[in-house]
């Protein structure tokens, strides 16, 4: 009896420890069951986490405009052309590259900033302002692409970019109407429409010789830069220009250097030198005609002076003549002032000669292949 009831212990021993041994089996499981789950819902939930951070980031500002802001900080005119959806206008006398160094100059005032435009903006479409230091300088809009996945990041699409660049620059010339205008290279417009000027006062020692060529005045409109103007005479010889930076009008006087202009001064500094001998009583009218054209008035008002202004005198040398002031009109007029010294050796007192001045200021014309004085400015 005592011995079964042994037996009967041993085995509910032996029972109790593999039950016990299958609840720390099932506890350990359990236990590792649950931290399996935490750490998955952990693992779920950052990465939850971490993707709506990065939704949010896609959706900032500095994310959605992140390449545009480098173009623009980097002053990158190219660029900048390439993506413009609304293109400038360019006139006649102006490239790309005048527009890209106006956007270049327009972009590079001062820091870039988006500034988003809220009340036109939403969860699909942003606006933004582009300012540069305090200038407005263009806008841009952004739409958001379909997302094909359901973890697929945001991808924005750059649909408009306007950059406020105006061709505000307006010039105007005035110039002769024979002289060649070319704005940054390019000849202006033949059809560009001058308007005529009065007859240059000029004239009035041509009539009945040659019409000399009217001053005109033109405006030209539409420049992003302020253009380079040149002019060139009627071959080719460059005319001064110059410019009123407060009126913006360029000024274009009649060519003050032309081909042959050596000879036709040397003719010029003959006839005035022949001016002051004949006026000084040293070269005869027949002598002095030579120069004029026929006929010719002024002459017959030096003949109808009765010269008397220089008294007698032993001889007269011309020493220098100077050129102060050259015109060429045309191929067949042009203006010429010499100053001219005169030696004069009086018939009394000392034999130092007497310096006078004689300042011409003679019209020439051309006449069969030859220049003759037209007229004499008094």
């Avoid at 270049?104 to 969860?123: A, K, Q, T, W």
């Avoid at 660049?165 to 417009?189: T, Y």
């Avoid at 006839?271 to 005609?289: K, M, P, Q």
Wanted: net charge negative.
């Amino acid at each position: 009896m005592t011995e079964s009831v042994n037996e009967n212990n041993k085995m509910k021993e032996r029972t109790t420890g593999i039950e016990f041994n299958y609840f720390r089996i099932f506890m350990l499981l359990w236990v590792l069951v649950h931290l399996l789950a935490v750490w998955d819902f952990n693992r779920q939930f950052f990465s939850f986490l971490e993707y709506t951070e990065a939704r949010y980031r896609a959706c900032l500002p500095e994310s959605v405009t992140e390449g545009l802001s480098e173009t623009f900080r980097e002053c990158d005119a190219d660029s900048v052309c390439t993506l413009m959806t609304k293109k400038c206008t360019l006139n006649a006398y102006e490239t790309e590259d005048d527009l890209k160094e106006y956007i270049r100059n327009l972009i590079s005032g001062g820091r870039i900033n988006m500034v988003p435009v809220i009340e036109e903006s939403n969860d699909e479409h942003q606006v933004y302002c582009i300012e540069s230091g305090d200038l407005k300088v263009a806008r841009a809009e952004y739409v958001k692409q379909p997302e094909k996945g359901r973890r697929d990041m945001p991808v924005w699409k750059l649909t408009v970019l306007e950059v406020y660049a105006e061709p505000s620059v307006s010039i105007g010339i005035s110039a002769p109407e024979n002289v060649k205008l070319f704005i940054n290279g390019k000849e202006l417009d033949v059809n560009a429409g001058r308007t005529l000027q009065d007859p240059p006062g000029a004239q009035r020692f041509y009539d009945g010789f040659t019409t000399l060529p009217v001053m005109t005045d033109v405006k030209v409109g539409g420049f992003f830069l302020t253009p380079e103007i040149t002019a060139e005479n009627a071959d080719g010889t460059p005319v001064p220009v110059t410019c009123d930076p407060e009126s913006g009008i360029y000024s274009i006087g009649y060519p003050s250097d032309c081909e042959g202009r050596e000879e036709m001064e040397r003719v010029a500094c003959d006839a005035v030198s022949a001016y002051a001998e004949y006026i000084s009583g040293d070269l005869s009218e027949a002598a002095l005609r030579q120069y004029f054209t026929k006929d010719n008035i002024y002459l017959y008002y030096m003949q109808h002076a009765e010269l008397k202004w220089f008294t007698r005198h032993l001889k007269s040398e011309i020493h220098s003549a100077e050129v102060r002031d050259f015109i060429a009109y045309n191929e067949d007029a042009f203006y010429c002032e010499v100053l001219v010294e005169q030696y004069l050796t009086m018939a009394w007192g000392s034999r130092e000669p007497e310096v006078i001045t004689t300042d011409g200021k003679f019209y020439f014309v051309r006449q069969n292949g030859e220049w003759k004085v037209a007229g004499i400015e008094f």
